[in-house]
C-alpha cells in the first residue's frame, strides 16, 4: 500500500473521528486541522459520501441519519424545502451558536428548511417569537427553549395547544403533565456531565470539592442533581454548594469570589466546578491576582466550553454535545412530521464529554490543602 494511500486512510478516519465527535464538520476546519488543503478534503468528503459514511452539505459535511443514510436526492423539477421548522432560541452569541449550526446541519442534509428567531430568557418575549412563526403559517413545526422558570405547567398548556408539533430544545418540562400537553425534547445531560467533572477531579486525589453554579441558569437545577448523586456515591461532603454570578461584568463580583475562597479555605476543598466559562476564568483570575497557582492551590473544571481553553491556565471543561443536541432536534422533528401521531414521544439525552486540559492537573499524594 502506497504511502498516500495510507495517509487518505488515516485523513478519512479523522473526519469520521471529527463528524462523530461533533455531528457536523467544515471543509475549512478540517483543512487546519489536518494540515491539508480545502479541496483535499473536499475530496476526501466526496470519497466518504460515496461509501454512504458521510452526507456531503454546502461547505461542510454532517453524518448520516436513519432516515437519510445518504445524501438525499430531489426529484427533478422540485422546488423548495420538504418542511420548514421553526426555531426560537434565548440566546444567538453564547452556548445556542452551536446548537443551531447543529441544527442546521441536520436540515441541510434532510432537505428542510430553518427559520431561526432569537428570544431572551423570558417568557413572554418567547411567546412573541412564537406566535409571529406560527401567526405567518410558514413552518410546519417548532424547536423551543423556552423558559420555563414559575408556573411552568401554563406554560406547557400553552406550547401543547399549538397547531404544529413542537420538541424543546435543552429544555425539559416537569416529570409530569397532563396527557394532552406531552412533549417531546432532547437535551444534554447535565447531570452526567457533572458527575464526569467530579470523578474526574476525584480520580486525581481531590476529596473535598466545591461547586459554584450560575444563578438564573435553567442548567443549574440539572448540575445540582447530579452532584448530590455523584458525591453520594463517591462518599464526598456535597455541602459546598454557591449560587450566584461571579462574571467580570457583574457588581461585586470580587468580594463574592473572596466569599467563595472564603469557605473553599474553611472546608479544606482542594477543587472546584465551576458554572459556567466566564465564572470559571474570573475566579482563576482572582485566584492569580492573590498569587495562588492552578492547579496547585486549585483545581479548577468549567461547565459548558465555549471559552475554557481561552483561560490562562487552559481549562478543564465538561463540553455539552451542542451539535449534536440540534442536530438531534431536526430528526425528530422530522420523523414526527413523517410519521405523524403513531409515532410514540421521543425523550432524549444525549452525553457531554471532559476535556482535559491543564487547570486539573493530577495532585501529589497524601493529598493536602495547600492554602496559605
Known sequence: MSDDRMFGLQRHERVMDELRRHGAVRVRELAELL?????????????????????????????PTELTPAAPTRRRGSVGPRFTIGMVVPSLDYYWPAIVSGARSAAAAQGVNIQLRGSTYDWAEDRRQITRLIEAQQVQGLLLAP???????????????????????????????????????????????????????????????????SKGSPTSAHLARGWDLVCADLGIPAGLVVRDSVRMDEPGHRALIAQLLDRCRASGATALVIHSDPEAMSVAQYCNELGMTIPGDLAIVAYDDEVAKLAEPAMTAVRPPKPMVGRTAVELMVARLTEGRRRPIQR??????????????????????TWA
Open 35 to 63: 494540515g491539508v488543503s480545502e479541496l483535499t478534503v473536499r475530496r476526501d468528503i466526496a470519497a466518504l459520501a460515496a461509501q454512504n459514511l458521510l452526507t456531503k452539505v454546502h461547505g461542510g459535511a454532517t453524518l
Open 147 to 213: 423558559n420555563l422558570e414559575g408556573d411552568s405547567l401554563e406554560m406547557i398548556r400553552w406550547i401543547g395547544e399549538l397547531p404544529v408539533p413542537v420538541i424543546l430544545v435543552e429544555r425539559q418540562p416537569p416529570r409530569w403533565t397532563p396527557t394532552p400537553y406531552q412533549l417531546e425534547w432532547v437535551r444534554s445531560d447535565h447531570a452526567l456531565g457533572l458527575e464526569l467533572a467530579v470523578r474526574h477531579l476525584h480520580d486525581h486525589g481531590h476529596r473535598n470539592i466545591g461547586l459554584l453554579l
Open 348 to 369: 432524549v439525552l444525549v452525553t457531554p464529554e471532559l476535556i482535559i486540559r491543564d487547570s486539573s492537573m493530577p495532585l501529589s499524594t497524601p493529598v493536602r490543602s
